[in-house]
């Protein structure tokens, strides 16, 4: 099994510029989640699906949108990216509640 | 709020060594969640052990295994015989029941030398 499936691995934008990445899981689970990691600290949620069809903003959500297409995949947008957006993200889900997450293998995103 | 800290930003230790990592968490709930992951090179995250607050057994996974203080909120991983692919990036993360947002502390940087 494939697992949580993100594209791309890596992206450069220029600031302002719009993009989308996607994420998609093959586990038949309930809940999605993007987190942000920034070098020295831990990882930040920024948004997440508990369910297909309801999406919650995490720790971060400022400058960032979701849409949880069907309950295999969960996209990130970033409108007019921003330096400060310059993270390496991580998409995961999990059957629910309190239960492990299983993550992706990143995208690494740089805003010039 | 609740906070999770990692005191040692990086250890290393020898080949079939055994080796413990430090986390420590604040918090005011009594029911919660306790995770260890691991994140090698390749950059993907894994679980490695996952603790059940309200469970005083602390839980094992073959090499890996926790010493949960709940009164000292302390959370600490020993990994025996160690081995070179135990090499990783490893965090130590929060909880609460019913909720759906992990806690992270910033990591160790663990180094299996041969």
């Known amino acids: 099994n494939a697992g949580v499936t993100q594209t791309p691995k890596f992206q450069v934008l220029k600031t302002g510029q719009s993009m989308t990445l996607q994420c998609a899981q093959d586990?038949?689970?309930?809940?999605m989640y993007w987190y942000r990691q920034d070098p020295g600290m831990g990882l930040r949620l920024i948004y997440y699906?508990?369910?297909?069809?309801?999406?919650d903003k995490g720790e971060v959500p400022n400058g960032y949108n979701v849409s949880r297409l069907n309950k295999r995949e969960f996209s990130l947008r970033l409108e007019s990216a921003a330096p400060s957006q310059t993270s390496v993200y991580f998409c995961?889900?999990?059957?629910?509640?309190?239960?492990?997450?299983?993550f992706g293998s990143g995208t690494q995103l740089s805003v010039l | 709020a609740q906070t999770v800290t990692q005191s040692q930003p990086e250890m290393s230790v020898q080949e079939a060594e055994t080796v413990t990592l430090s986390c420590t968490y604040d918090?005011?709930?009594?029911?919660?969640?306790l995770f260890w992951y691991k994140q090698p090179p390749s950059r993907q995250m894994i679980l490695v052990i996952r603790?059940?607050?309200?469970k005083q057994q602390n839980a094992t996974e073959n090499r890996f295994s926790v010493n949960f203080q709940k009164a000292a909120k302390s959370f600490s991983l020993k990994i025996s015989d160690s081995q070179l692919g135990d090499t990783a990036m490893y965090f130590c993360?929060?909880?609460?029941?019913?909720?759906?947002?992990?806690?992270w502390g910033a990591g160790t940087k663990l180094i299996i030398k041969p």
């Open positions: 699906s508990a369910s297909e069809g309801t999406t």
């Open positions: 918090t005011s709930e009594n029911n919660y969640y």
């Open positions: 995961a889900s999990s059957e629910g509640l309190n239960e492990k997450l299983f």
């Open positions: 603790q059940e607050a309200y």
């Open positions: 993360a929060f909880m609460k029941l019913f909720n759906y947002q992990l806690i």
């Open positions: 586990m038949n689970h309930n809940s």
